[in-house]
Nanobody
Framework: QVQVVQTGGGSVQDGGSLTLSCDVTGAPFSTYAMGWFRQAPGKGRQFVAAIDRKGTNTAYDGSVEGRFIISREKTGITVFLQMNSLKPEDTAVYYC?????????????????WGQGTQVTVSS
């Protein structure tokens, strides 16, 4: 059974940094693309970033491009979301998910197994 487990998150001041990480167990991780999404109170789930199965291609939402970095370690087991220059509008629950197709997708419906969610709070 595939499981996605997230760690990291927390509270920071405006302009601060946080790193989220995500592990996938029960599957050949290196064959999966991985994505990060977020959901603020009263809003839908929003695409943040994604990385393909080889770790060679990435994609970002325009609101985070240049501030966030998605990466995966060489073993392919863990994927990271490094978040810099955080803003109050980045406050949300962040979710990691895997995509068995192995390609980058911006739609939540294309992802298969989701992590438990991690709260990120940025105060002004």
């Amino acid at each position: 059974q595939v499981q996605v487990v997230q760690t990291g998150g927390g509270s920071v001041q405006d302009g601060g940094s946080l790193t989220l990480s995500c592990d996938v167990t029960g599957a050949p991780f290196s064959t999966y693309a991985m994505g990060w999404f977020r959901q603020a109170p009263g809003k839908g789930r929003q695409f943040v970033a994604a990385i393909d199965r080889k770790g060679t291609n990435t994609a970002y939402d325009g609101s985070v491009e240049g501030r966030f970095i998605i990466s995966r370690e060489k073993t392919g087991i863990t994927v990271f979301l490094q978040m810099n220059s955080l803003k109050p509008e980045d406050t949300a629950v962040y979710y990691c998910a895997n995509d068995r197709r192995g390609i980058i997708g911006r739609e939540a419906k294309g992802y298969d197994t989701w992590g438990q969610g991690t709260q990120v709070t940025v105060s002004s």
